[in-house]
């Protein structure tokens, strides 16, 4: 446009387009050209020059606009919204719009026009808002669309987990972590471990509708499940769902799972691992250097947003991690036991309970047993089916530590068949030392007695 007035300015000096164009840097056949549309404004050069800069040029270019559409281009405007709502639809390609397009208006745009016209209203549907976020205003999460493959040493099987993805928009800070499979109790457990990773907990919370996380998806008030209410509560935070099919609510863990393939899975790719621990402990020392690694064109890191300005300002942690547990009841067998039927997994608890009718709670780390509201044992939980029970460390160290010193041993030497007195004895007398190695040897010495396949059924 400064050209433009330039060449107005000279031509009210009556400077030829010649030298016009010499001193524009232009060719005189464009100084000609502008000329051409100056003289068919019907305006005189003062008038021109004293015009705004919008007014100069929708005169001088839109002033040979056709004024009127033509029919096919009524006829495709018209056609715009069946053909967008048709393109949506999954397998609908451009080329077989356009040909059934053509079928119905032989005398239609041709491809390239009908395309530039089709990619013109899908880009005003695509458009993009810009959001501020606040500091530990929101977190969100989703799984990765692909599950990290990884190698398992052991058995040189291929192995495949579903991957999880938390991420604070403000500061684009990320945990990322491979769960055993995606059920709800996983879910929530690494939902615990990210908000322990940050060391704070944000305002809210905000995913898809995974079933894990929403119990009936709805687009203003979506019903959450009991189990996530309740995680709610313990760390005092607000839950929020995206819409169905709207990935772009969530836009800040949309491109943290693109990010974690590039960071994570990629250098992973060509590791073995001896089992899931090591894997996520490999994934969080990459996920340190993307945190740390400074941002393009930015001075700063996501962990440096994060300490400065979002770490401060985020809920302090409950004293108790939130924990899922889970109650059944069981009865005690013949040999001390009860069995926990999810895991199909026996658990000792002291003898005088034979027959007796027990409650189990159990979340993921530990199994508790009560009988009449009052503990009666506590163990590690171990998902070994039943028939293979805990090994004599474990056994022989529950049985000391929740019950008297050497009553456990007494039980097992009395479910053994043709053991002398003088082993008895000396077996009693060794289990009741403090070296933990001790027990190898007495394994050994009731294996040579049959035990465990050799034992008295008693009850």
Known sequence: MLQIRRILQMLVKNISHRQIARAIHMSRNTVDDYAKKIDQTGKSLSDLIRLSDGELSDLLYNAHAPQHESDRQKDLKERMEHLLAEFSRRHVTRWLLWQEYRVEMPDGYGYTQ????????????????HFDHIPGASLQFDFAGDDLIWLHTP????????????????????????????????????????????????QSMKSDNMRQYVLKPDRYEPAFTVLCDQWAVHYDTALMAARVRKPRDKPSVENGVNCSYTRIYAPMRNESFEGLTDVNYRMLALLDEHNRQRLQKRPYSRWDQFTHHEKPVLKSLPLEPFSILHQTRAKVQGNYHVVLGEDMHQYSVPPQYFGKETTVVYDLMEVEIFH????????????????????????????????????????????????????????????????????????????????????????
């Not at 395309?115 to 993009?128: A, G, K």
């Open 114 to 129: 009908f395309c530039e016209r089709l990619n013109t209203h899908l880009q005003r549907q695509d458009m993009v808002m």
């Open 155 to 202: 058995s040189g099987v291929m192995k495949k987990n579903p991957v999880i993805v938390f991420v604070l928009p403000f500061s684009g800070y990320t945990y990322t972590e491979a769960l055993p499979s995606s059920q709800q109790q996983y879910v929530f457990m690494d939902m615990t471990h990210c908000i322990e990773y940050f060391g704070g907990v944000p």
């Open 372 to 459: 009449d509201y009052r503990r009666i044992a506590i163990h590690h939980r171990d998902r070994t089916p039943l028939g293979i029970l805990p090994s004599m460390n474990i056994c022989l160290q529950n049985t000391v530590n929740i019950y008297r010193p050497g009553a456990g041993m007494q039980i097992i030497l009395g479910t053994v068949q043709g053991i002398s007195v003088s082993i008895r004895n000396w077996l009693l007398s060794v289990f009741c030392l403090p070296d933990p190695s001790l027990s190898k040897l007495i394994i050994v010495v009731l294996e040579c007695y049959g035990w465990p396949t050799n034992m008295a059924m008693t009850g």
